[in-house]
C-alpha cells in the first residue's frame, strides 16, 4: 500500500457519527514507557509506537500470564467507520459522550481508523455510551 497524498474517508461529522460502528477487541491491552533502546526490541509486539523525548510509549496485547497487579489493562474499541484525518469533531463527540459517564479515553487515530482505549472494566459501558451517540 503506498502513501496516499489525500486523506481518504468520511469527514463530515454526522455522517461518521451514524457510522462509527465500534468494534471490542476481545484481547486486553497495556501501556509500556520503556526506553528507546528496549523499543527497538519490543517492535514486533506493539500495537502502536510513540516516541517522545523521554522514551517510547507502547501499546501491546496483555500476556496471559500476568498477573492482574502487572499494569492497568485497557480495551481497544475500533471505530470501524473509515474517518479522514482531516475530520473535525468525531473524536471530541466520542470523548465527550464517555466523559459523561465518567470514563477515562486514550484516542490512538491511524490512517483509515480511529481507536480508543478505554479502562478494561468500563468497556461495557462505553460501548454502550457510543452506541447512544447521535449525529
Same mark, same amino acid.
Given at each position: $500500500? %503506498?502513501?496516499?497524498?489525500?486523506? @481518504? %474517508?468520511?469527514?463530515?461529522?454526522?455522517?461518521?457519527?451514524?457510522?462509527?460502528?465500534?468494534?471490542?477487541? @476481545? &484481547?486486553?491491552?497495556?501501556?509500556? *514507557? #520503556?526506553? *528507546?533502546?528496549?523499543? /527497538?526490541?519490543? $517492535?514486533?509486539?506493539?500495537?502502536?509506537?510513540?516516541?517522545?523525548?523521554? %522514551?517510547? +510509549?507502547?501499546? !501491546?496485547? &496483555?500476556?496471559?500470564?500476568?498477573?492482574?497487579?502487572? %499494569?492497568?489493562?485497557?480495551?481497544?474499541?475500533?471505530?470501524? #467507520?473509515?474517518?479522514?484525518? +482531516? =475530520? #473535525?469533531?468525531?473524536?471530541? =463527540? !466520542?470523548?465527550?459522550?464517555?466523559?459523561?459517564?465518567?470514563? @477515562?479515553?486514550?484516542? !490512538?487515530?491511524?490512517?483509515? *481508523?480511529?481507536?480508543?482505549? !478505554?479502562?478494561?472494566? /468500563?468497556?461495557?459501558?462505553?460501548?454502550?455510551?457510543?452506541? *447512544?451517540?447521535?449525529?
Amino acid at each position: $500500500m %503506498g502513501i496516499a497524498g489525500s486523506a @481518504p %474517508g468520511l469527514s463530515d461529522l454526522r455522517a461518521l457519527l451514524a457510522a462509527l460502528d465500534p468494534g471490542l477487541d @476481545p &484481547v486486553p491491552k497495556r501501556f509500556l *514507557h #520503556v526506553s *528507546h533502546d528496549k523499543a /527497538r526490541e519490543r $517492535m514486533a509486539e506493539a500495537l502502536m509506537m510513540f516516541r517522545e523525548a523521554e %522514551g517510547t +510509549t507502547l501499546i !501491546v496485547d &496483555v500476556d496471559p500470564d500476568d498477573a492482574p497487579s502487572g %499494569g492497568m489493562r485497557w480495551a481497544c474499541i475500533t471505530l470501524r #467507520v473509515q474517518s479522514s484525518l +482531516t =475530520a #473535525v469533531g468525531m473524536m471530541a =463527540a !466520542v470523548s465527550a459522550a464517555l466523559a459523561k459517564r465518567g470514563i @477515562p479515553c486514550n484516542p !490512538v487515530s491511524a490512517f483509515l *481508523h480511529d481507536h480508543i482505549f !478505554v479502562p478494561w472494566d /468500563r468497556r461495557d459501558d462505553a460501548l454502550d455510551a457510543l452506541s *447512544h451517540l447521535t449525529p
